[in-house]
């Protein structure tokens, strides 16, 4: 019969070969899966390269490019006076979705957050700019001022000395 101490052991042993089971099942599992995307990359690169989403992409590209030139093309140009007249015949349609784009972008938080910090930053900058001299001015005066040199010189004093006392040197 085995005693109390044996069991514990065994149970432990047990439980070590378990857990070594179960991560053996993930390791292999790991390496299939490694495996099996390494195999994927090397069999992908001996296919056909697909040219039609290449030809699809110049062709909006094309495009766009046309109907920009076309807007701000010559005076002869034919595809001018077609746009124009597209554009014309849904400018409501077109007017509308500018809009609703426009308010959506506007009654963002973001929005407003990004306009109020853009606008304090440029009057911030606006100050410091405005007002570069009058600082100069006045640190150049506190320099020469002997009295704000010995409270300058006194509160870093009692500043050191603070953390001195709170943290000495060892």
Do not use: C, W
């Not at 101490?5 to 993930?26: F, H, M």
């Not at 972008?105 to 911030?124: C, G, N, P, V, Y």
């Not at 606006?126 to 600082?135: C, E, F, H, T, W």
């Not at 004093?157 to 603070?162: D, F, P, S, W």
Request: hydrophobic share 40%; proline share 2%.
């Amino acid at each position: 019969m085995a005693t109390i101490k044996e069991e514990k052991v065994i149970e432990q042993l047990l439980q070590t070969v378990k857990e070594l089971k179960e991560d053996n099942a993930k390791f292999k599992q790991s390496v299939s899966d490694y495996i099996l995307a390494v195999n994927t990359k090397v069999n992908n690169k001996h296919l056909p390269i697909n040219f039609e989403a290449q030809i699809l992409e110049a062709t909006k590209m094309s495009i766009a490019d046309s109907i920009q030139k076309a807007l701000v093309g010559g005076y002869n140009n034919p595809l001018h006076k077609l746009i124009e007249g597209v554009i014309n015949e849904h400018s409501k349609e077109l007017k509308d979705i500018v809009t609703r784009a426009f308010d959506s972008a506007i009654k963002t938080e973001d929005f407003e957050s990004s306009i109020k910090d853009a606008f304090l930053h440029k009057i911030s900058r606006l100050m410091i700019s405005a007002n570069d001299g009058m600082v100069e001015k006045i640190t150049n005066e506190l320099r020469q001022d002997a009295v704000f040199r010995a409270k300058m010189v006194t509160a870093i004093a009692q500043i050191i000395e603070g953390i001195r006392i709170k943290s000495p040197v060892k």
